[in-house]
């Protein structure tokens, strides 16, 4: 980009918007000293014919401004602005060539000349064009010669250059306050977009968390329903009815636990494990069940002493269901180990088991992806390790989210700083 693109651009100056916002005020002000004006002219006539000409022609600048000059500044028209200016200049400099009191209308005739200009060459042009009009009808009234023709030139000169720096300045005042008006219109659509884009944003942000939520809760006990159904069926073909009676209950027991968590959905409430206990509870119900709808033993070890947040047990229960899931679709397993550890602010999740591992080139399915995004909206990071024939560990670290009520230096239960748990050991058995 060159520099002349690098420049901000100044935006061009609506002047309809400043007639609309101060035609109020001038209509005041044409009125005021329209009103001043006609009682400054009967004051003065000693008859009706001597009032008759600046009766007339203010009477025809009132209906020209109403008709004509009110118009032009409701619809921006130039054309119609320039068609007042010239009824204002030609009753000004009537007014003056009747007698000394139409100067009184000078004070009106610039104002109004400025406020009707477009641009400031403009504003120049109209009231050089009336002071010239007032100044040739001033000497012609009173027949001057020599030094009074130079006495009033000088006169209307100086009334020139006040009414162009208060022209200049009026022209100044209504650029500023269109550029803040021009700013301001873009200052709220650029308010209006980025809410729209933040709302829109919100959207996704929430349709993805609802959509990890129903893979992490929904989807996997759904899967468990039918892997248990099929297994009931093969168990009922066999003749062992005792089994099928057990394969049945552990259906129901997933279903209630599905539409517990269905419900906990709508209600966007925390996970209804997390609720009757701590994390660590919450991971023996789990293994307990996936114990017995697979025949894998899966231990717990817990040494964080409670000392988890409620947001970062809703993501590290969630990592768990999903890595059980893996475990049951793709791990072949026999064992598996669940254990959670306090590291200084953080607390680790680690799970491990002995399955077939991970080949070298697999790629993230969606509950990995949903796990790692979950870890990093809550400040954290997930690792998945493993190797074909050896087994997989997927270690997860959050912050504990309870630092602000907690000592900095927080030990783990036995005095001692917690460590990462060793996938060697073993605890409560599932």
Do not use: K
Not at 79 to 96: N, W
Not at 348 to 374: F, K, N, S, T, Y
Not at 378 to 399: C, K
Request: hydrophobic share 50%; net charge negative; charged share 20%.
């Amino acid at each position: 980009m060159s520099p002349a693109d690098a420049r901000p651009v100044t935006p061009t100056v609506d002047r309809r918007g400043f007639w609309l916002r101060t035609l109020l005020m001038y209509d005041l002000v044409f009125v005021g000293m329209t009103a001043v004006y006609l009682l400054a002219v009967l004051t003065q006539a000693t008859s009706l014919a001597d009032g008759a000409v600046p009766l007339t022609t203010m009477s025809v600048l009132a209906l020209a401004y109403a008709v004509v000059g009110r118009r032009a500044a409701q619809r921006g028209s130039a054309r119609l602005a320039d068609g007042y200016l010239v009824v204002l200049l030609v009753v000004v400099v009537v007014q003056v060539a009747d007698g000394d009191i139409g100067s009184v209308l000078l004070f009106l005739g610039f104002l109004q000349i400025w406020f009707f200009s477009r641009t400031r060459v403009a504003g120049v042009v109209w009231a050089a064009a009336l002071t010239l009009g007032i100044t040739t009808a001033a000497v012609l009234r009173v027949q001057a010669t020599g030094p009074q023709v130079a006495e009033i030139a000088a006169e209307f000169g100086t009334a020139l250059l006040f009414a162009v720096v208060l022209g200049l300045w009026i022209t100044r005042v209504a650029e500023q306050s269109e550029e803040r008006a021009y700013l301001l219109d873009e200052l709220r659509a650029t308010q209006e977009a980025l809410a729209a884009s933040h709302h829109a944003a919100g959207v996704v942000a929430e349709r993805q968390r609802l959509a990890a939520e129903i893979h992490d809760t929904l989807a996997q006990g759904f899967t468990s329903v039918v892997m248990l159904a099929e297994t009931a069926a093969v168990e009922n073909a066999r003749g062992h009815v005792d089994r099928v009676a057990a394969r049945l209950e552990h259906i129901e027991g997933v279903a209630r636990d599905n539409l517990a968590e269905a419900r906990t959905l709508v209600a966007a409430t925390a996970p209804p494990d997390l609720q009757d206990g701590t994390l660590a509870d919450a991971l023996v119900r789990l293994a307990v069940r996936f114990g017995d709808e697979t025949g894998v033993r899966v231990d717990v070890v817990d040494d964080t002493g409670d000392a988890v947040g409620a947001e970062a047990q809703v993501v590290l229960l969630r990592a768990a269901q999903e890595s059980l899931a893996n475990v049951r679709r793709h791990a072949g397993a026999s064992h598996v180990r669940i254990g959670l550890a306090g590291v200084d602010d953080e607390v680790v999740l680690e799970i491990v088991d002995d399955g077939r591992g991970l080949p070298q080139d697999v790629a993230e399915g969606h509950g990995l992806r949903g796990m790692r995004a979950r870890a990093d909206a809550a400040g954290g990071t997930l690792e998945v390790t493993g190797q074909p024939g050896v087994g997989t560990r997927l270690r997860l670290r959050v912050p504990d989210g309870r630092r602000a009520t907690t000592d900095p230096d927080r030990a783990g239960p036995s005095g001692t700083a917690g460590a990462p748990p060793d996938p060697h050991l073993t605890g409560a058995s599932s």
